[in-house]
């Protein structure tokens, strides 16, 4: 017969003999044959739980020389355990009616047995795709790609779950997302900047995009706010997609300050010709023939210089501004509109 020690760590799968008088027992049943000229016995025995490792010993007891014989025995439980990872996902904010880039989860066996993937699901405004087989082996990984799709605004949530053949099955990744009204789109390209400083004379550029936010159609587009001397140029129209953005270039056209020009606030800077031409005009007396001729030379010369410095100082720029663009800081506008629909976006330029 054969007996085994330490029964709880294994069972007892199969017994065979083949020609062979032997008489078995294990546990509490027995099973016992008669044959002539034994030949081979094969005994298969199996791990009872499912994770552990252990070792027993097979004993054979027979009529035959040095019995009773004994197999020392070793074995090793095992289960698959599939684990996802990241545990949650979490969409920034999607137009409603638009797909957003997809995310990644991956599944990892990182149990000793393989694991049977019956069922990959998702619930709530997101879908799936993925490369996990039927069969997912120890170690192996495999990838689910989720994209959230909105049907409303707000907050919206769901889960992707996995069922499969380990025990900690279903697995649950939580799902959320947050939904944004339609709008045009319009702003500033990744990458770009809504400032921008120039000299007077220079041309300001800034980069900027319209569309991919849930509106279709051909979008107008006007600029305002330049100041003085300088002109905003933009695209009469752009085109929009409402799942894809456009690019566009806005420029603003600054013009360049004359060095003898003489504005409003210049003369304030400059009190004292006003001085030299009155004092030329009202303090100096008549004299002799050739001192009265000098001094009127003078005087006509004292009212050319009022007259000229009136006419400079009522200019305040303009389209003809002589000045150029004055320095300082201003903000332009973009406008964007489709239908009734519009949206704006400042810009600042700085005029040094």
């Known amino acids: 017969m054969w007996t085994r020690s330490r029964q709880s760590y294994f069972n007892h799968v199969a017994a065979g003999c083949f020609r062979a008088a032997l008489s078995i027992s294990h546990g509490p049943t027995q099973a016992k044959g008669h044959a002539i000229g034994a030949k081979l016995c094969a005994i298969a025995l ?15 007891t027979d009529n035959s020389a040095g019995s009773p014989h004994t197999v020392q025995l070793t074995g090793t439980g095992g289960q698959p355990s ?54 997912l082996n120890p170690t192996a990984t495999c990838t689910i790609q989720v994209t959230f799709t909105p049907t409303a605004s707000g907050t919206r949530t769901g889960s992707l779950v996995i069922t499969d053949s380990a025990p900690n099955s279903p697995q649950m990744v939580l799902l959320t997302g947050t939904g944004a009204a339609p709008s045009l789109g319009l702003g500033i390209e990744s990458g770009g900047s809504s400032s921008a400083t ?32 300088a002109t905003c140029t933009v695209p009469a129209t752009e085109t929009l997609s409402a799942t894809t953005a456009t690019d566009f270039n806005v420029s603003v056209t600054t013009t360049a300050r004359t060095a003898g020009a003489l ?49 400079c100082g009522g200019s305040n720029g303009g389209g003809g501004n002589p000045g150029g663009t ?9 406008t964007a509109q489709v239908g009734s629909t ?11």
């Open 82 to 135: 599939v684990v996802p990872s990241p545990a949650t996902l979490s969409f920034a904010s999607q137009s409603i009616g638009t797909s957003s880039p997809a995310q990644t989860v991956t599944l990892t066996n990182a149990g000793a047995l393989s694991a049977q993937i019956t069922q990959i699901q998702v619930s709530g405004d997101f879908a799936e795709t993925n490369t996990c087989p039927l069969t």
């Open 263 to 311: 504005r409003r606030g210049d003369l304030e800077r400059l009190p004292w010709l006003w001085a030299f031409a009155l004092m030329a005009w009202v303090v100096l007396p008549a004299g002799g023939p050739a001192k009265r001729v000098q001094r009127r030379y003078l005087r006509w010369f004292s009212l050319s210089l009022l007259v000229l410095l009136c006419s």
């Open 342 to 352: 519009s949206e704006q976006m400042p810009l600042t330029l700085i005029v040094q």
């Open 46 to 60: 199996a791990p009872r739980h499912k994770i552990h490792t252990s070792g027993g010993t097979l004993t054979i």
């Open 326 to 334: 004055p320095a300082g800081t201003y903000t332009v506008a973009v």
């Open 198 to 229: 120039v000299a007077a004379g220079a041309t300001a550029k800034y980069s900027m995009s319209i569309g991919g936010a849930g509106v279709s159609g051909t979008a107008s587009l006007t600029c305002t706010g330049a100041p003085t001397g």
